[in-house]
């Protein structure tokens, strides 16, 4: 297996630091795998799938994923105002290991008889 970090490397100086920078959280990777299966949903929606996020929270990790450039927040010109949040192509770039993360969790989490 190739190595990602030389030894006399800071970690936040790796592709390895970074991805973990702007995927890392409690949140962030829920996100990323709820917009991953549903392509379009907007705020409220994201709220009921993850249940266990408060408004305020869900508001600030969907900022910081856009400021990333892995989400794309769309808004339409109406009252009440209509957002909605998509992965860029950056963002959908990291869903197939995000994808792959639930694969192994699958087959390799306890099995319950």
Same mark, same amino acid.
């Given at each position: 297996m ?6 006399n490397?800071?970690?936040? @100086?790796?592709?390895?630091?970074y ?6 959280g409690k ?7 709820w ?7 907007r705020h ?9 996020i408060?408004?305020?929270m869900l ?6 994923l856009?400021? @990333?450039?892995?989400i794309i927040r769309?808004v339409?010109?109406?009252m009440p ?7 860029s @192509?950056k963002?959908?770039s990291?869903?197939k290991?995000l994808f @792959?993360l639930?694969?192994?969790?699958e087959?390799?989490r306890?099995?319950?008889t």
């Amino acid at each position: 297996m190739k190595q990602c970090i030389n030894a006399n490397t800071k970690l936040e @100086d790796t592709g390895f630091g970074y991805t973990i920078s702007i995927i890392g959280g409690k949140y962030k990777m829920i996100i990323l795998y709820w917009l991953g299966e549903y392509g379009v949903l907007r705020h409220n929606a994201l709220h009921r799938l993850i249940g266990t996020i408060s408004f305020k929270m869900l508001s600030s990790t969907l900022k910081e994923l856009e400021a @990333d450039g892995l989400i794309i927040r769309k808004v339409y010109p109406q009252m009440p105002p209509k957002v909605e949040y998509s992965l860029s @192509d950056k963002g959908r770039s990291i869903i197939k290991i995000l994808f @792959d993360l639930c694969t192994w969790g699958e087959n390799n989490r306890p099995k319950h008889t």
